[in-house]
């Protein structure tokens, strides 16, 4: 998980690094707020002439990583949302699997947050959950 | 991968089993489809009164894999997907970073399908290409 004041670019090299489908941001007292997925970064490796004309993407001198650095320079995690991000489910350390199943269901989300006393403690995946789902047979 | 008339179970097995945020469904032809979502299959955990009452959800006795095998027994991934299921992108193999990014970033897609001669030969996600952009450095 990452901030939303946190750097942008620290971020993406999670993301990256760890091959993430996507990373929860958090508020500044830490309450989780939504999730940032992978998928929605990178558009910031596409300059705006290709973005105009997708016909210009095939011939391109510029290195992808310099592309990358010079747009996410300065910026806050919260400069890559989107104006209207979706909503992170969020979940009971004591729910039961069902619950989690339906508030993952309820916003088609990926991924939910678990909280205890108000913190978030760790997320589950859709797949881990589907995993578990199997595994109790 | 999986055809859209191969069984439900043996899809939701694959995402659970690698842990996969989807899962590429391909026409009777290997031609790629769409993606099924792990976060889509989840529904099929929620028992239809907690659908309706989410507030039953807490007072469960069945199985969650009895309920996951009962709603997939016999069902095809076909009837997995949704009435309006994503398009996905897909680009050439011998395609440039920029042209895969620029494909991804158009439909916000964590995933874009690779085809060499009209067969599709992979999949690259988003974390993927953002460590491709980073590691390029």
Same mark, same amino acid.
């Given at each position: 998980m990452v901030g939303l004041d946190s750097a942008a670019l620290d971020a993406v090299k999670l993301l990256a690094t760890r091959r993430l489908p996507g990373i929860v941001v958090t508020e500044t007292d830490g309450r989780p707020y939504t999730v940032l997925p992978a998928s929605q970064v990178v558009?910031? %490796? &596409?300059p705006g002439y290709v973005q105009d004309d997708?016909? %210009?993407? @095939?011939v391109l001198g510029e290195s992808l990583a310099d592309r990358m650095s010079d747009q996410l320079a @300065?910026?806050? &995690?919260r400069s890559l949302l989107t104006d209207d991000p979706a909503e992170l489910p969020s979940v009971a350390a004591d729910d039961n699997m069902i619950e989690v199943a339906a508030a993952m269901a309820r916003l088609r989300c990926p991924l939910v947050a678990v909280m205890d006393n108000g913190k978030l403690t760790g997320v589950i995946t859709a797949s881990r959950l589907l995993e578990l789902a199997l595994g109790a047979r």
């Open positions: 558009r910031f %490796l &596409v997708p016909s %210009l993407a @095939g @300065g910026k806050t &995690v």
